[in-house]
């Protein structure tokens, strides 16, 4: 198994766990790979209160979460919220 | 994933029952509200004190019992964790979110009433 870096890791468990239709991650450690801010759009996410989507992220990542020192989800959205707040954005 | 948790003593779970209804607005952080330790803490710190509310912090890195036990009771991996009227509202970004969106700020006029 090839060796993955933190990143990658945490991008392909986030991928496979919540299928998101937008995902970025951002090592914000500075090299040292243990700090992380994560933006994640899913379907999964539909009828659930913000609280509860972070769980969802940080129970994907429950192992990755032992060895990072810094997880800052600042985006959980649905795909519609995440849409209109493209086109605001677009609009403005 | 296997998550593997401990599970909490029922003292110690009576304990922290004990401790997160102890203020209305109670935040578990690194450091103390004068002395943040850490950029995240730091941050909460300074909304609690923005929106104009009596809050009581309290210092994980004193005490490992209740940093790790908070951790299963409040089923969050991180800290700052804050509580408000006893329940579990959320770390920093659920925080910084729901100050930007005046969430925050109803529910804290909310707890005062009641």
Redesign the interface.
Known sequence: EPMLNSRNRLNQ?LRA?LSPSHIEVVDTSGGCGASFQVEIVSEQFEGKR??ER??MV???L??E?KDIH?????KAQTPDQWKKQQESQTSQ | STRCFAALSPELKTTLDKVVTSHKVILFMKGTKDFPQCGFSNTVVSILKAVNVPFETVNILENEILRSGLKEYSQWPTFPQLYIDGEFFGGCDITIDAYKSGELQELLEKASLS
């Not at chain 1, 810094?70 to 600042?74: C, E, N, R, V």
């Open positions: 468990q766990k913000l609280l972070h769980r940080n129970g994907a429950a192992e979460m810094a997880l800052s989800i600042t």
